[in-house]
């Protein structure tokens, strides 16, 4: 098949990166979960409605570059490129072995599909959610 690896490892390889390339990352396996999140702390940090990410362990991601953080809340510190300020990743403080990586920012953000929402709570009114994925108040539990 041409060029293309057929290695199983790397099919589940993918990149990503910051809009202006200063920042790139690779993510291997499959992500823990994959949310929609609608709380105003990520409206706020993305400049969007929600924030779409994928969690994966830590040791599952690679850096190359050298993003800037924010704590953004109490137990949340966000990470973006300090030259053209994509949002790139996300982590909890009360959960320091794993890592949400922005959907938008992968190199196909078709990569992996939400399978629920959150903070549907905070959802902005103009949202119409259609997906018939879970919705949840808040944060399950």
Not at 37 to 45: E, T
Not at 71 to 76: K, Y
Not at 111 to 134: C, G, M, Q, Y
Request: charged residues 20%.
């Amino acid at each position: 098949m041409g060029d293309r690896p057929t290695n199983e490892t790397t099919s589940l390889r993918r990149s990503g990166g910051c809009l202006c390339g200063a920042v790139r990352y690779t993510v291997t396996g499959e992500p823990i979960n994959v949310r929609i999140c609608h709380c105003h702390r990520c409206q706020k940090a993305t400049g969007s409605a929600f924030f779409a990410r994928a969690l994966f362990a830590k040791g599952a991601v690679t850096i190359e570059g050298s993003p800037a953080e924010i704590r953004s809340s109490a137990d949340l510190m966000r990470r973006f490129c300090p030259q053209c300020g994509s949002h790139l990743f996300s982590e909890r403080i009360s959960n320091p072995h794993a890592l949400a990586v922005t959907l938008g920012s992968l190199d196909d953000p078709d990569s992996f599909a939400p399978t629920e929402h959150i903070w549907t709570s905070r959802k902005v009114a103009w949202l119409v959610l259609a997906d018939n994925l879970p919705q949840h108040p808040e944060m399950p539990s």
